[in-house]
């Protein structure tokens, strides 16, 4: 990484965030946390700080980098240039990542990419994962208090980052439901349909490529509105947990389970510059932009006028997982698999370490977070 | 993609007060058996948009549909064949969607529209 400040009180540093200050600065960075980071940083300030020195800049994409320079001075034309081409990268990164890892991925776990749900303080052997990835999706339903009558249980169902379709067809299933999916890659949607028609859910399962950020429904069409482990991806919370309002029926129920940060608190403006480099270096792996904290869904989710909102830290539930995987990528079948996909796996692949210490370190929460949108 | 799917989405394009229902452009059309369930079909009627499901099923090639509808054909069998075919049973396996103020298409390969927006939409 390439990077230098001139300004009147900027700092820079590699790795974590920027300071952006009064005066010129002139930033070139070649690096890819750097680019993420500092973009995204840009998107953090306009949104949560009342400083106004937000800089005007020209951002030029090329390939996976984002080079730009930001004169300081006011406006929002600084971000936009540089939201968008930053987006369009994070957005090729994510569905590459996962057109690239999906195989692998449901070769050894099966259909369902998300973590499993266990006992806290449980040893797991691998052959229980796959029931204890159903029970995530059964124990997120019964927090959210779905009911299972007929005359009350969903009927129109989306699924938020649907993978391969694990929890569509499921969730299709249960209820007897139609359920539509969407994924920013090609690759997964054409699995999850694939995989639909071979389990004779062809007529009950749709998915779509589509951007969470701008979901292609029109509104109010779901009693269920369903993110699981998705919600990480997104780099705009707020127009992420918009959209989620948007096509929720009156009525319906949006469930959110997703990684967050631990909570701030009160006295805290950020976290530690400890914890963010740890942040920083599992986004890069993940194709993650940054974290924002279980409270600051709550918060959003307020601010839309959602009703019973309820959240819940599941961490203790979780953290067998990695463990697990990690066992599962050291065996025969795991190590070939990894060697036979790309690079953006194997990176995925060698940051699972990280999330443990994440979660060792309490800075790393698995969250679930529910509401029910109001009838009128 | 089948015409259900169809009459949910709607371009949100920047810029586009009515981006619904969105035109069709057809390569490909496949007609998928799908079992009857009349319980289903009574249930959507209420939320379905008909027009933009009679249009679409029009471009599709099946011209069944009556013009207007109301609650009360529901209770003829024939009309609920028709309704289920159209709404069910026609899939767009190839082609396009098409946002009616831009014009802008998104494809649809394999059955699987792609409703990406590109940057400048957004």
């Given at each position: 990484m390439v990077g230098s400040c001139i300004g009147v009180s900027s700092t820079c540093s590699f790795g974590t965030t920027l300071q952006w200050g009064p005066g010129l600065h002139t930033f070139i960075s070649r690096g890819?946390?750097?680019?993420?980071?500092?973009?995204?940083?840009?998107?953090?300030?306009?949104?949560?700080?009342?400083?106004?020195?937000?800089?005007?800049?020209?951002?030029?994409?090329?390939?996976?980098?984002?080079?730009?320079?930001?004169?300081?001075?006011?406006?929002?034309?600084?971000?936009?240039?540089?939201?968008?081409?930053?987006?369009?990268?994070?957005?090729?990164?994510?569905?590459?990542?996962?057109?690239?890892s999906s195989g692998i991925w449901e070769n050894i776990w099966g259909d369902h990419m998300h973590h499993g749900f266990y006992e806290p303080d449980s040893s797991v052997s691998l052959s229980d994962h796959r029931s204890a990835q159903i029970r995530m999706i059964e124990e997120a339903l019964r927090f959210a208090s779905i009911s299972d009558d007929p005359?009350?249980?969903?009927?129109?169902?989306?699924?938020?980052?649907?993978?391969?379709?694990?929890?569509?067809?499921?969730?299709?299933?249960?209820?007897?439901?139609?359920?539509?999916?969407?994924?920013?890659?090609?690759?997964?949607?054409?699995?999850?349909?694939?995989?639909?028609?071979?389990?004779?859910?062809?007529?009950?399962?749709?998915?779509?490529v589509a951007d969470a950020l701008n979901q292609p429904f029109e509104d109010g069409q779901f009693n269920l509105v369903w993110s699981m482990e998705s919600g990480e991806h997104m780099p705009d919370k707020t127009k992420f947990v918009n959209e989620l309002a948007r096509v929720a029926a009156p009525g319906g129920t949006i469930i959110i389970v997703t990684w967050c940060h631990r909570d701030l608190s009160p006295s805290e403006e950020s976290l530690s510059p400890e914890e963010k480099e740890l942040l920083n270096k599992i986004c890069d792996a993940f194709f993650l932009p940054a974290w924002c904290s279980t409270a600051d869904y709550v918060k959003l989710l307020e601010s839309l006028s959602l009703q019973d909102i309820k959240a819940a830290d599941w961490s203790e539930n979780v953290a067998p997982f990695w463990p697990a995987v990690i066992k599962s990528a050291l065996t025969w079948k795991g190590i070939t698999s990894l060697l036979r996909s790309g690079w953006k796996t194997i990176k995925g692949a060698l940051a699972m370490p990280l999330m443990i210490e994440g979660y060792n370190k309490g800075l790393i929460k698995f969250a679930i977070i529910t509401c029910r949108k109001p009838v009128s | 993609m089948r015409l259900l799917t169809h009459n949910m989405l709607s371009s949100n394009i920047k810029g586009v007060t009515n981006g619904f229902p969105l035109l069709i452009e057809v390569e490909k059309v496949v007609e998928k058996q799908v079992d009857f369930n009349e319980d289903f079909l009574r249930n959507m009627f209420a939320k379905i948009e008909w027009k933009a499901l009679v249009e679409a099923s029009r471009t599709m090639g099946y011209t069944e549909l009556p013009e207007n509808s109301e609650s009360s054909m529901l209770n003829s069998d024939e009309f609920l064949r028709k309704f289920h075919h159209a709404l069910l049973e026609l899939h767009l396996e190839e082609g396009a969607l098409v946002c009616p103020e831009t014009g802008r298409k998104f494809p649809v390969n394999k059955g699987i529209p792609n409703m990406l927006l590109h940057e400048d939409e957004v």
């Open positions: 890819h946390i750097i680019d993420r980071n500092a973009s995204v940083q840009v998107l953090n300030r306009t949104d949560n700080n009342s400083r106004k020195d937000i800089g005007i800049g020209i951002g030029i994409g090329i390939g996976k980098r984002v080079y730009f320079t930001a004169v300081s001075g006011g406006g929002r034309k600084m971000q936009t240039v540089v939201n968008a081409a930053a987006v369009e990268t994070l957005q090729k990164g994510i569905a590459e990542f996962y057109d690239e005359m009350q249980k969903p009927r129109q169902i989306v699924d938020v980052g649907c993978g391969i379709g694990g929890s569509s067809r499921y969730l299709a299933r249960k209820y007897e439901a139609r359920c539509q999916g969407i994924t920013l890659s090609p690759v997964q949607a054409q699995r999850a349909q694939a995989l639909a028609a071979s389990q004779g859910l062809d007529d009950k399962v749709s998915f779509q | -």
